[in-house]
């Protein structure tokens, strides 16, 4: 316990220190867990309330101000929207991350707020609810990362149509409890995808598999989860650029069909592969694969619901001696 002289001093030492070390503190004082609504208990905004000198540092701080939810559909959207702005002016052109939600089925009055900044969002998380109307993504331009979640199966078209179209500046794409399937992933534009590095995404049915590796030539990692049927086709697909290859299902544990995933692709720069919850593991088929694609492997997980051998993982040791081979049963899903 500090006495009253103490608590002075420490107060005076702080009073003192140079703005750069108070810059410094201050981006160590914003919330770790995502874009978090305007708040005056919060900072950055708790900041400016201290006193005037810690005020000025912080308006004049443009990262501090780079991260923000924004909702619309109930409250007052005045009082809402001047704060909001008040708070997106003070990033100064500074690449954005921002959460929008939406509880009506209108987003015309965050796209107005928004287009004076539009070309600064770099990251954007949407939540789509019931009655939601669609969001045209290919409106921002400098977006890299798109993040969507839904509330249920009632906002799916909206979704699809917000993202049949993405810009060419986008990377990584995330998909949450939409279930993809091929007649919806149909509509989608041969170029929509092709600038996507990372798909995670929930897919209805492993037959979406091709159709996205054809959609997004130059993705280097997918995460699928769903429900997995087999693929009933004759056609191949040779993906030059995927390294990274994330599945997991919902089959039972006694299921001992061929999945024919395996069978449809060739990936000659596969570098990882981990599986979840898909049964019975298509060995064979997947020493073909790896024998027809000539792929560096260099990580093979396999969680809770894969059947496999232990005749089968030293297969897999003798075909790469230095791979990294983990059996763990505690693995049983994937949460993005």
Request: net charge neutral; charged share 15%; aromatic share 10%.
């Amino acid at each position: 316990m500090l006495s009253n002289n103490s608590q002075k001093k420490f107060s005076s030492s702080i009073w003192r220190l140079p703005t750069e070390i108070l810059a410094q503190i201050f981006l160590y004082c914003l919330p770790e867990n995502g874009n978090l609504a305007p708040a005056p208990y919060l900072s950055p905004m708790l900041l400016t309330t201290v006193c005037r000198r810690w005020r000025e540092i912080a308006v004049d701080m443009p990262n501090l101000w780079r991260r923000l939810r924004l909702e619309v559909g109930h409250g007052d959207w005045q009082q809402r929207a001047f704060c909001y702005d008040s708070y997106l002016k003070r990033s100064r052109g500074r690449q954005l991350s921002l959460t929008l939600e939406c509880y009506n089925n209108d987003w015309t009055e965050l796209r107005s707020l928004l287009q004076p900044y539009v070309d600064q969002i770099s990251s954007l998380s949407l939540w789509f609810y019931s009655g939601a109307g669609s969001l045209a993504t290919a409106d921002f331009h400098g977006l890299e990362e798109l993040v969507i979640y839904t509330d249920g199966p009632d906002p799916v078209l909206a979704v699809t149509h917000s993202i049949a179209q993405l810009p060419p500046s986008m990377r990584s794409l995330k998909l949450m409890n939409l279930w993809l399937n091929l007649r919806l992933s149909s509509d989608f534009s041969p170029l929509a995808w092709a600038s996507l590095t990372n798909l995670e995404i929930v897919v209805d049915g492993l037959d979406s598999f091709p159709r996205l590796l054809r959609l997004c030539p130059n993705l280097s990692s997918l995460t699928m989860i769903g429900i997995f049927t087999a693929i009933e086709t004759s056609e191949t697909l040779v993906h030059a650029n995927l390294q990274s290859l994330r599945i997991s299902g919902h089959l039972h544990l006694d299921w001992a069909g061929n999945l024919g995933l395996f069978n449809s692709v060739t990936l000659p720069n596969l570098r990882a592969v981990e599986v979840r919850n898909i049964g019975q593991w298509p060995h064979e088929e997947f020493k073909a694969f790896l024998t027809r694609s000539q792929c560096p492997l260099e990580s093979l997980i396999f969680g809770g619901g894969v059947m496999t051998t232990d005749r089968q993982l030293a297969e897999y040791v003798t075909l790469f001696p230095s791979l990294k081979l983990v059996t763990d049963p505690m693995r049983s899903t994937f949460y993005f």
